[in-house]
Nanobody, 124 residues
Framework: QVQLVESGGGLVQPGGSLRLSCAAS????????MGWYRQVPGKQRELVAT???????NYADSVKGRFTISRDNAKNTVYLQMSSLKPEDTAVYYC??????????????????WGQGTLVTVSS
């Protein structure tokens, strides 16, 4: 089973930037799509950015133009560069992996493995 370790969260002022990292174990990383999700306590988890094995990206409207997802297959790592951060971006951020984009969206409805996440707090 793939193990996922998220890092890079912290406290940042509105308008600031952070880069999150997700290190994944396992050989399937190169062939799988990767996604970044976030969850506010008491609310449902949402998928904010995806990247396919070929590097195609997609973003939720709420982060489009401010967040950039990228991957380094040599390091089995996916990144989320976040800029122009807003207080409403405050959440625990998680990554996950799937065979394709449909699989990443299914993870929102299915129980399964998640890493520990990394907390991003945007506040002055």
């Amino acid at each position: 089973q793939v193990q996922l370790v998220e890092s890079g969260g912290g406290l940042v002022q509105p308008g600031g930037s952070l880069r999150l990292s997700c290190a994944a174990s396992g050989s399937i990383f190169r062939t799988n799509a990767m996604g970044w999700y976030r969850q506010v306590p008491g609310k449902q988890r949402e998928l904010v950015a995806t990247i396919t094995s070929s590097g195609s990206t997609n973003y939720a409207d709420s982060v489009k133009g401010r967040f950039t997802i990228s991957r380094d297959n040599a390091k089995n790592t996916v990144y989320l560069q976040m800029s122009s951060l807003k207080p409403e971006d405050t959440a625990v951020y998680y990554c996950n992996t799937g065979a394709g984009l449909d699989a990443l969206y299914r993870k929102l409805r299915e129980s399964g493995y998640w890493g520990q996440g990394t907390l991003v707090t945007v506040s002055s």
